[in-house]
């Protein structure tokens, strides 16, 4: 009987970020996977014959300390150079934000723009260790732990006095009143505080946790702008496999688990391995979770094997998912008013108060009346991705609810996509005469074909209260549970969702460390 | 013209919804409150005595009385999953609970802190009865998220169940022509017949809160008073007596049972940190089983008894005779180091001693103990400090509430 060091549940790239780190270290890892791909949300897939997409389209943040780890670069993958963000307008007067500069507005804003860029990445490199360190543990007294605190408390001082205080200030501020305070484009306002919704319940008057998201995003390489990989995203869940493979470590596809195994007799709970869906029964010393928290423990292990508050607390996890993804095949280039090559990540979102608008239908149930969102070709950077000459389109269109008042009809389905196929259309004139097929995925729609509850972005809400220490909960939240042999890898933990590998990492580290004891 | 009956009560009645309800057994029950003491249990008009309270104490241990149990709440726990969630709920192992019979238990908030006491009866393999002082479906609902095979029905108002104890109890039963009563075991459960009944709608599980030989008596409300009146018949000769919170509240303290309010403050019921109270300190070990692999609070509990409890529950023998009600604990009779609290006292007139239970600091549980008591004199305060002994057998455990069959008389 084969008896694995660690058994990973999902082949997410935070599932194959901690199998490599594992596997490196000379453990014995098997990855389990649901689905027929790698990758998780970031899987690129087929959705018509020739052309390819995945869900998430675009890296912001991907950690650079594992591509230097992991020795990416030399297993294929080959980042992409960071693309400009534009706020796309009606009348062709688009805005187009880069790191060091901004083109479509008045002298006002982009001299704001540049003080306020520089402020925020002060802020983004106080907070960039934190990223990929565990985060302590609440009330408890392990020197680790409260190096970690003193760590925070220090990096805020190094601050300076001034801009400490502005960032207690702003650090839960509404994106609206950051922007109104710093700038006078609407659109730009709109286009700036994209990064801290997006994913989120949360739109541009909500106090919580959105510029802290933002600064989570700008800890990449490309301080927050997008990027494709030259050979797309695929190539860095290939060069993350082809590690792992070489480590010596194994991955199965389709091959979904239905049940943690637990042994109890009286020295209590422990994660003894998983159960397939075949009946297969697989053993390990730990069993590693990306899955969701929410499907982690309530689904998997069974609230016979927790704490009663604690089951209450994962299963109060906000997990409903906010964006839907429409995929478009294009037979050609689709051209958008006013830019030569759309290679750049586009946003339809003309003010602050149309992504409110867009909130305020979602969160009564309802079908936002005008989608905002946000649009890239991912076959511009990476030609693999369509056939030649053919193009796919991409758009991430946010405050579409994962519980629509009356449920995701085929007939509610088939309205939003043609509202969103003719939004895009008002920038796009040529577009509908190039849609060869189109795709329109709910969140309900992505919960059940990647396995992730709600279909979150982040697999739960990142928000104050479920991050940093908080995230999921606390008793889950440094990537060990409250069952021996059970750890979480996925984006439900520290620091969260997006393509960036923290959440791998960590757990990994952790596991190592807490493995010195086993 | 046609009338609704409720909508006219109402009109009649402007407190109709604020009126304590009436138990099953109110109409009987209402005709010997000779004194009109009432009040008011969960919702329920309730006695504290009837007559006298030193008389129904006297009844509960020389011949035999009925306390109304039913204001307690009670909930049928059913399907597939409902071993599992209450197994996992409770401290104690289910797997060893047979079917018709009944076990005590305990139950903890994940940091092991004792939510409330109560009786598991196990009626069906899928099939149980909780029985617990203060409402708990809040509780049991979130204990239930995550098992789908399951019912939970609360039976609080539509089960009428009369609490039977003292020594003559089974001889009455037994003249009240419950056949083969004498052979059921302590904790056991047995159904009868009544008023000429077939389907043996009766359950009676020797179960109670004095410490004596006892039963309780479980009836659908319809059969309630058919129950009482034939229970009093068989009971007449031997002075059958109800009795009210009040002999209730010696009785268990004399058998060392912990009540809410008194020696414990429910965990879910209490805002200061650690005000609550653990089955460790509550001396209630026994109920703890760790080589069950998991119950809520486990790993807090695990931790505690490693550590010690910080506080113990003792039983107090205590000079004189004033009971030591409220009064505060020490190391020393200068009363400079002050050491725990008594939570319940009385002087008890089987043992003939001043008895307390109390809660005292684990560090000084083998020193010296002093009571600071407080006592009247006509209209006059006087305190007293006077010398406890611990007590380590229970104060009062008669043979015969454990013998089967029990003694005749
Ligand atoms: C609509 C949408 C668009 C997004 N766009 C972007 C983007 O453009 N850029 C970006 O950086 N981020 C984006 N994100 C976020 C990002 O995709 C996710 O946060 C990230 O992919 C999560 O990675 P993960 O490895 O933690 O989990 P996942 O990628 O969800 O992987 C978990 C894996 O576990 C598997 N699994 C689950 N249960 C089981 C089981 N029982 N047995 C076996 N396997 C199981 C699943 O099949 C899945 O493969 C987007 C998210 C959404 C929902």
Known sequence: MQHYDNIIIGAGHNGLVCAAYLAKKGQSVLVLEASDTLGGLAATREFYPGYKVGVAHSLSHFSAQIV????????????????????????????????????????????????????????????????????????SKKFADLTTFAQLGLKLRLLGKRDMGEFMRVATLPARDLMDENFDSDLLKAVLSWDGLIGSKMAPRSPNATVLAMLYRMSGEHHGASSIPKDGIESLINALHLVLVNAGGQVRCNAPVTKINVKGDSTGLRATGVELADGEILHARRVISSADPKRTFLQLLGAEHLEIEFTNRINRLRCDGYVAKLHLALDGLAHFSGIDIPDGRMIVAPHMDSIEFAFDDAKYGGSPAQPVMEIVLPSINDSSMAPDGKHVLSAHVMYVPYSLKGGWTAE?????????????????????????????????????????????????????????????????????????????CGAGSHPGGGLMGGPGHNAARHVLAAGKGL | MKTDNKTQTSKLDPYAGERLKRSHFHPRQAELNLRDAWSSWNGYKFADYYYDEEYEYFCIRNSCATYDICPMQKYRISGADAHFMLN?????????????????VCWCTDQGRLIDDGTIFKLGSESFMLTCGSPSLAWLRKSALGFERLEITDLSDDLAALSFQGPT????????????????????????????????????????????????????????????????????DYGIQPYGEAATNMARLEAGFIMPGMEFNEALKTVNYQYDQTPFELNLDWLVDFNKPHFNGRSALLEERDRGPKYRLVKLDIAGNKPADESALYADQKCSVEIGYVTSAMWSPVVKANIALAMIDSDYIDGSIWAEIYYGKELRHHSKVVRCVLQNAPFWAPDRARLTPPPAF
């Open chain 2, 169 to 236: 109890t089974c001889e009455v039963l037994k003249k009240m022509g419950l056949e083969g009563i004498q052979n059921l075991k302590p904790f056991n459960i047995m159904y009868f017949d009544i008023g000429g009944s077939s389907h043996k709608p009766l359950m009676v599980s020797r179960t109670g809160f004095t410490g004596d030989l006892g039963y309780e008596l479980w009836i659908a409300p319809q059969l309630a008073l058919t129950l009482w009146d034939e229970l009093y018949a068989a009971g007449d």
């Open chain 1, 68 to 139: 230097s780890d992991l020795n990416l670069t030399a297993h294929g993958y080959i980042p992409g150079a960071p693309m400009p963000t534009i706020g796309l307008d009606l009348e062709g007067k688009h805005v187009v934000v880069t790191r060091d500069g901004l083109r479509g507005v008045s002298k006002k804003d982009l001299d704001s723009y540049i003080d306020y860029r520089q402020l925020l990445e002060r802020f983004a490199g106080m907070l960039s260790p934190f990223w990929l360190k565990t985060m302590p543990r609440i009330g």
């Open chain 2, 88 to 104: 996992r709920m409770v401290t104690r192992d289910l797997n060893k609970l047979k079917e018709d019979r009944v076990t005590y």
């Open chain 1, 412 to 488: 509610a389905k088939a309205n939003l996509q043609d509202l969103t196929i003719d939004t895009i259309a008002q920038y796009s004139p040529n577009l509908r005469d190039r849609i060869v097929h189109a795709e329109f995925l709910t969140p309900e729609d992505i919960e059940s074909s990647h396995h992730v509850t709600g279909g979150h972005w982040h697999h739960t809400e990142l928000s104050m209260d479920q991050m940093l220490m908080m995230r999921p909960t606390y008793q889950a939240a440094q990537y060990a549970t409250p069952i021996p042999g059970l750890f979480l």
